[in-house]
């Protein structure tokens, strides 16, 4: 029982030494002439990104996600994407949509930013032959060039932003590649505003369930489209 206490007592009295030396470390490299406040704030900067702690950070160093979100305000919708999600908005009274670019290494643009933050675009479309994806939320190991800004990053997580005008009776559609990989958006318009009608309004669970089960159902049978990770 003291070999334990003895133990315990050594394993906090190193705790706190490191504890003494990341305080120490933070306090020497952040400015003096700054308010309290920003150093607060500076401080949880740094802790979150300090170099030394980069091997508790294994998930956002070597993963990453994609992120699509949207705002509606009114008669205004802003959508903001990075990756390869995708978001439609879907005009009932016009019969058409409109829809955001997902962003992939084969993409001209995408794959001059990779190439000039000296990465490479293989003959698939993945950077470094790994990721099949030019933006990402994450992905950290794709963002250590300290010369560039976080924009031009082999992976960026700089979204683009779209704003179109809205309706009531307008559909948004939001969902990752491995659904638009099987339902383009135009046969996903043409679905919605053939089978989704006001008198579906308290059916809309089980008509998206049917959707994607009809999606999971082709990627298991097309080898060109299969994509279960999503």
Same mark, same amino acid.
């Given at each position: ?59 956002? *160093?070597? =993963?990453?996600t994609t992120a699509c979100v949207a705002l509606v305000?009114?008669?205004?919708? !802003? @959508?903001?994407? &990075?990756? $390869? ?30 190439e000039q933050a000296e990465g490479t675009v293989d ?30 990053? *082999?992976? =960026? ?13 307008? !559909? @948004?559609?939001? &969902?990752? $590649? ?53």
């Open positions: 029982l003291k070999e334990k206490e003895e133990v315990h007592k050594q394993l906090l009295k190193y705790a706190e030494q490191e504890k003494e030396k990341e305080d120490k470390y933070l306090e020497e490299s952040i400015p003096k002439d700054i308010s309290k406040e920003d150093k607060e704030q500076l401080i949880i900067f740094k802790s979150i990104f300090d170099p030394r702690n980069l091997e508790d950070c294994n998930i956002a *160093m070597f =993963s990453g305000i009114r008669d205004q919708i !802003y @959508i903001a994407n &990075a990756g $390869d999600s995708k978001c439609i908005v879907i005009s009932s009274d016009k019969h058409e949509f409109k829809e955001t670019i997902l962003h992939s290494p084969k993409n001209e643009e995408e794959k001059k930013r990779i003959a698939t479309g993945r950077k470094n032959g790994v990721l099949g994806v030019s933006r990402s939320i994450g992905d950290l190991e794709y963002k250590q060039n300290d010369w560039l800004k976080p924009e031009d990053q *082999m992976i =960026s997580a700089m979204p683009d932003i779209y704003t179109y005008k809205v309706k009531e009776t307008d !559909y @948004i559609v939001i &969902a990752c $590649d491995g659904v638009w990989n099987s339902k383009h958006p135009k046969d996903m318009t043409d679905d919605i505003l053939k089978n989704w009608g006001e008198e579906c309004e308290n059916k809309f669970s089980e008509k998206i369930t049917n959707l994607f089960e009809i999606i999971l159902n082709d990627q298991q049978l097309s080898k060109e489209k299969k994509n279960m990770d999503n």
